[in-house]
């Protein structure tokens, strides 16, 4: 995997997409505090508000929109997350059409970012206990066709131009979740604010501490990067994993 880890330095931009509150925070949050302490400008794009994510039959969907996103804006400022963004389509209804894929090369046009992180849209379980939700499923889909081609081409989507939306290049594509990565970002030092990130969705872990999820999960990875002979994952306690393509 060497090929990679040394060409790629620290994105001045990038863009997480993914389907809802609290997603970024489990999988890539680390990621995104390590590159914000180097000075990258890293944008948020959550396709829904979570707008389903609640276990109180009686709580209002406004209210609930309302405290994901705070939650979200909070989570975001813990890791230095500089714009969030949200596209407020129904939680649990994605699908990877050309709307959703309208809507998230305006956001690629708009922010103009180096480096994007999305979701495998091949993923569909892990293991035996977890199926992928399908929104993420749809969220990865429709954020790799909007990199590529639409983000690129000024004849795809030609109503963006005339909302003053260029076309932009995005170089490096992070894949989260692909069965065979071959990148790995060492979070150790930022373990802690990837741990209060996703504590600020209280509405979400209220009532269980992800430290020792997340701390697994972290080491796993790391372990993982150290088998496949990743050449500083000796250094590594805690990382993340992706899969990386380098777009001309």
């Not at 863009?15 to 400008?41: K, L, N, R, Y």
């Not at 499923?137 to 990199?147: K, R, S």
């Not at 997340?214 to 496949?228: C, E, I, N, V, Y």
């Amino acid at each position: 995997m060497s090929e990679h880890e040394n060409q790629v330095p620290t994105p001045k931009s990038a863009m997480v997409i993914f389907a809802h509150p609290d997603d970024a925070e489990f999988v890539s949050a680390g990621t995104a505090a390590v590159w914000a302490e180097q000075g990258c400008e890293i944008t948020y794009l959550a396709g829904t508000s979570g707008d389903k994510g609640a276990s109180d039959p009686d709580i209002p969907t406004r209210k609930l929109i309302e405290m994901r996103e705070q939650e979200q804006r909070n989570a975001a400022e813990i890791l230095g997350v500089k714009h969030v963004e949200f596209l407020r389509y129904e939680d649990a209804t994605l699908v990877a059409d050309l709307d959703l894929r309208l809507a998230i090369t305006r956001m690629i046009r708009k922010h103009k970012p180096e480096a994007v992180i999305c979701q495998d849209p091949s993923k569909r379980y892990e293991s035996r206990d977890y199926i992928q939700h399908p929104d993420h499923i749809a969220m990865g889909e429709a954020a790799l066709a909007a990199i590529y081609p639409s983000a690129r081409d000024h004849l795809t989507f030609p109503q963006l131009l005339e909302e003053g939306y260029e076309p932009h290049k995005v170089k490096y594509v992070f894949m989260i979740g692909a069965p065979e990565p071959d990148v790995w970002i060492d979070t150790t030092h930022v373990f802690d604010k990837k741990v209060a990130a996703l504590k600020a969705h209280t509405s979400q872990v209220e009532g269980f501490d992800p430290t020792d999820l997340l701390r697994t999960w972290g080491r796993d990875t790391a372990a993982a990067a150290r088998q496949k002979g990743f050449s500083t994952s000796w250094e590594m306690e805690l990382a993340e994993a992706y899969k990386l393509f380098v777009l001309d």
